[in-house]
């Protein structure tokens, strides 16, 4: 067993107790019985002015402290970053590992010019964690680089954790079926090659689409110049040679497998799989990580039920309202999360 590097504490928030449960449980089975959570005694007072406590505050002095949650909402991201300024400059932790499986504004890091009318959301709220006082931040499959940019530029340490749906996919597809992973934008390629690389003989292949001023993205078609070069360098970044361009012909007769960061409405996924579909697709899958799940998203995802399956990610909690009666699969993000902050938390990582 490795040394932990310096006595640490866990605290979960309130928005994804369930799945925070998860992480420091898999922990306890990486670290054995030094392991256990701590806790924070949530409140406010009658005027709605917030009064959440530490019971354990003399303690934390000198420590590492491991703050998890979801950051779904504006209050959330208000409150974890109290939290972490009260760890840090109130009780004197000496460092602060901030874990958010999902982040509100993930998306909302555009600085080219033509995007100035949008605030750049997740560039400020990374940097008032930097100032709370942030050693460390580990992030459920970024919906971009920009996240690992800034941190970086910030002086955050920053690990994501990507999402891993290999062993459920190997469950639903039945073995010797031709498998293609299918990206619709060159930023997905990343994703579809790291669960491709768990199946033998399995394709990659990618479209292009472009963000319109409207938040609305299309397929655009590209000259054969820029998709052989970008099929070239993507094969040595990512030392797969099975990647290539969409192609009906490759598409005819597979299992086809969609692997997105999240879903929202459901909409461009499900006009997604009618396409493949229609091109010949024996079955077609969809996986996401973080269930954002927007109004009417069920009626929107299952129209005319293109998937044979979908997979969900759980770094949000879907309630009542959201369940879908064995329609989606649910699969934990806890073991990918625990084996990227117990490396955190151990020497020469």
């Not at 990507?162 to 390629?189: C, H, L, N, W």
């Not at 269930?291 to 969900?312: H, I, M, S």
Request: aromatic share 12%; charged share 25%; net charge neutral.
């Amino acid at each position: 067993m490795k040394e932990i590097q310096g006595d640490f504490m866990f605290f979960c928030g309130r928005n994804n107790r369930p799945l925070g449960d998860s992480v420091w449980s898999y922990l306890g089975e990486y670290l054995g019985s030094r392991i256990s959570p701590d806790f924070i005694d949530f409140g406010e007072w009658r005027d709605s002015c917030p009064n959440n406590k530490i019971p354990k505050f003399s303690a934390v002095k000198g420590k590492s402290v491991v703050l998890f949650d979801s950051i779904v909402s504006e209050k959330a991201m208000m409150e974890f970053i109290t939290l972490v300024m009260a760890f840090k400059k109130q009780y004197l932790a000496h460092r602060v590992i901030a874990v958010l499986p999902f982040l509100l504004t993930r998306r909302c890091d555009h600085e080219e010019p033509e995007y100035n009318y949008e605030i750049n959301y997740l560039g400020f709220y990374l940097e008032l964690l930097k100032f709370a006082g942030v050693d460390d931040l580990i992030v459920c499959t970024p919906h971009s680089e920009a996240m690992g940019k800034k941190c970086e530029d910030l002086g955050i340490r920053f690990h994501p954790a990507y999402m891993d749906f290999s062993r459920a996919i190997k469950t639903i597809i039945p073995k010797e079926e031709k498998i293609v992973f299918y990206s619709p934008d060159q930023g997905s390629i990343s994703r579809a090659v790291f669960h491709a690389k768990h199946f033998s003989g399995s394709l990659v292949l990618f479209n292009l689409k472009e963000r319109k001023l409207n938040n609305q993205t299309e397929i655009v078609s590209a000259d054969k110049e820029k998709v052989s070069s970008i099929v070239t360098n993507c094969q040595q970044e990512f030392d797969y040679k099975g990647i290539d361009y969409f192609s009906e012909e490759e598409i005819l007769g597979a299992h086809v497998v969609i692997i997105e960061d999240e879903m929202s409405s459901g909409g461009t996924a499900n006009q997604t799989a009618k396409k493949l579909k229609s091109a010949g697709a024996k079955a077609i899958y969809f996986a996401f990580t973080h269930p954002v799940c927007v109004n009417g998203w069920k009626y929107t995802l299952f129209d005319q039920e293109p998937f044979a399956r979908v997979l969900a990610g759980n770094t949000i909690i879907r309630d009542q309202s959201n369940r879908t009666w064995g329609k989606v699969l649910d699969v934990s993000t806890a073991e990918t999360i625990a084996s990227i902050l117990y490396k955190v938390l151990t020497p020469g990582h």
